[in-house]
């Protein structure tokens, strides 16, 4: 599909799903591209840490293809730049914290001269073939949060990115209500924007309570280390547990490579001015606890993160302590419930207090409830409502709420929906390839490929090996060798495995040698069949055979 004299979206990424954000406009016969996300993996894919948008259509169309306009530094914007990027060979344009996070990236993975990162400032506009584009900073959870207004000879869309109201924002200084009247005003054709809060009946509130929240919090801990987890990106929280340290007296300890680079980066760009050096792990472990107030990674229970090996005790350098008390300055984000609590546990088995937004103000949202999403819609007054950045249910209310809001016309996306804005828009065109890659090791895969299709089979049923030798006269020549792995037998391993062998040999010896492949079936048949029979299972069987 080429674009001709008319405005489509296309999201690749993020609609249907909170993660993994790549939306596509096209109009001309030429495409932009804005924002280039990844998300996290599930216990649908073993063994997977990230999962990557599946770009095959556009990477079909490359050569129509200006280049990628960044909105903001989260993950799920950001994150699949370093894989995807240099074979799309487009420049990228983003405000400076942004590049600051993107050039650390591309440096990492060597790409630093084979990608061009263009760096505009805040406010800043840019034009690419047909597509013209204007930063509008708002605020959000990260420095330096933006909307984009893209103009187009076809109508002019208003892309919210992800985004929340602060009356006492700590970082930047977003865009006024007077401001957003004044893009409302001059025509949106078209809103594309965040769902995940949709269900929210109250606005997100300000960083500046979770300041206070916190302060009271950790002035209240006489005794023992404090440690707060949090998103590492939310620099303004960075930012606030500075000011809470100088005020209590402690000694700020960073633990985590994700905390230590976005700390990096936003006083590289101007921000974190006044947050107070941090100690070396080292140093802390030389100092009174009531004297340090440790950050951390982790809050979302991830495995590998400072705050899980904190809690198991496996950390180099950082012990907690009975007494010791842990804040989670976070949100629990939907399908990492099982993994904090996991942490959680293993903290409460240890004599570790732990605080969460539910027992104080330590924490809000970085994203739109009901009254802001409202709040923006009378502002802006688009002409039409393309809900994105929420799972299905989320993007079914938010183009609710627009058309009780006064929006004419809505429509909710998923990937690969190719949606025509204008002319007589919005109509659902056609549907284009869009799905899942995993990154596995160094290899990028796709989501359902072979390689994940039996990996979940592993995972389900085990395995069990054969191996067969057969003699010159076309029999056994001695009792099959069994492997079984992740067969759940246990202590009947033993017994197990011997029935096995048993059924194999039978199986060989009235197999036919002459036909190979149904021979190795009639063992792998014979086996399978005794392990459904002991566990109910159908473990994956492969049988080898051997000709002497």
């Known amino acids: 599909m080429k674009p001709g004299k008319e405005l489509i979206f296309l999201p690749l990424g993020g609609s249907g799903e909170i993660g993994m954000n790549v939306n596509l406009y096209g109009c001309d016969g030429k495409w932009v591209m804005v924002d280039l996300g990844m998300t996290f993996g599930d216990p649908r894919y073993p063994g997977i840490d990230i999962v990557l948008p599946d770009l095959a259509f556009i990477e079909e169309r490359s050569k129509d293809l200006l280049g990628i306009v960044l909105t903001h530094g989260h993950e799920d914007h950001i994150g699949a730049i370093p894989y995807m990027c240099a074979e799309l060979g487009v420049p990228m344009y983003a405000t400076p914290f942004t590049a600051g996070l993107i050039a650390k990236k591309l440096e990492e993975e060597g790409l630093t001269k084979e990608v061009k990162l263009n760096i505009i400032p805040m406010g800043g506009t840019l034009k690419l073939g047909p597509f013209g584009f204007r930063y509008v900073a708002l605020a959000h959870s990260i420095p330096e949060g933006n909307a984009l207004v893209i103009d187009t000879p076809y109508g002019r869309i208003f892309h919210t990115g992800d985004w929340k109201l602060d009356d006492g924002p700590l970082m930047g200084t977003p865009a006024s209500a007077e401001e957003l009247t004044a893009i409302g005003d001059s025509g949106i054709l078209a809103m594309v924007g965040d769902s995940t809060n949709v ?109 899980s090996r904190i809690a198991d ?150 395995i069990i090996t054969v191996t067969v030798v057969v003699g010159r006269n076309g029999l056994p020549a001695a009792t099959p060798a069994v492997i079984a792995q992740g067969v759940p037998v246990e202590e009947d391993k033993a017994d ?34 005794v392990a459904r029979e002991w566990t109910g299972k159908k473990p994956v069987t492969e049988v080898q055979v051997i000709k002497l």
Not at 223 to 244: H, I, M, P
Not at 501 to 513: I, P, Q, R, V, Y
């Open 199 to 307: 269900f929210n009946n109250e606005a997100s509130g300000s960083e500046t309570d979770v300041r206070e929240g916190l302060m009271r919090v950790v002035k209240a801990r006489k005794t023992g280390r404090v440690l707060v987890t949090t998103f590492a990106s939310n620099a303004a929280r960075l930012g606030t547990l500075g000011e809470v340290a100088k005020a209590c007296g402690r000694h700020l300890v960073l633990a985590g490579r994700s905390m230590e680079r976005i700390t990096k980066v936003a006083k590289a760009t101007g921000y974190l001015g006044d947050m107070p050096p941090s100690i070396s792990w080292e140093q802390a472990a030389t100092m009174a606890p009531n004297k340090l107030l440790i950050l951390c990674t982790g809050a979302q229970g991830e495995p590998q993160a400072a705050l």
């Open 313 to 462: 005790g496996s950390h180099p350098a950082l012990k907690l302590e009975p007494g010791d008390l842990v804040v989670y300055s976070s949100k629990q984000i939907p399908g990492n419930e099982l993994s904090i609590g996991r942490v959680q546990n293993q903290l409460a088995t240890r004599g570790i207090e732990m605080i969460t937004e539910k027992q104080a103000h330590v924490h809000v949202s970085g994203h739109p409830g009901r009254p802001e999403l409202e709040a923006m819609y009378d502002w802006i007054r688009p002409e039409i409502a393309i809900p994105v950045h929420g799972e299905r249910r989320h993007m079914e209310e938010h183009a609710k709420l627009a058309l009780a809001c006064g929006v004419p016309l809505a429509m909710v996306p998923i990937n690969g929906s190719a949606i025509r804005l204008a002319p007589n828009g919005p109509k659902l065109i056609s549907h284009e390839k869009a799905g899942r890659l995993v990154l596995d090791g160094d290899v990028i895969l796709p989501a359902d490929g072979a390689t994940m299709v039996e990996r979940r089979r592993l995972a389900h049923g085990g």
């Open 496 to 529: 197990f495995l011997a029935q096995c062998a048993e059924a194999a040999e039978t199986a060989a010896h009235k197999g036919d040698l002459k036909r190979p492949e149904h021979y190795a079936e009639a063992v792998r048949v014979a086996v399978r069949r």
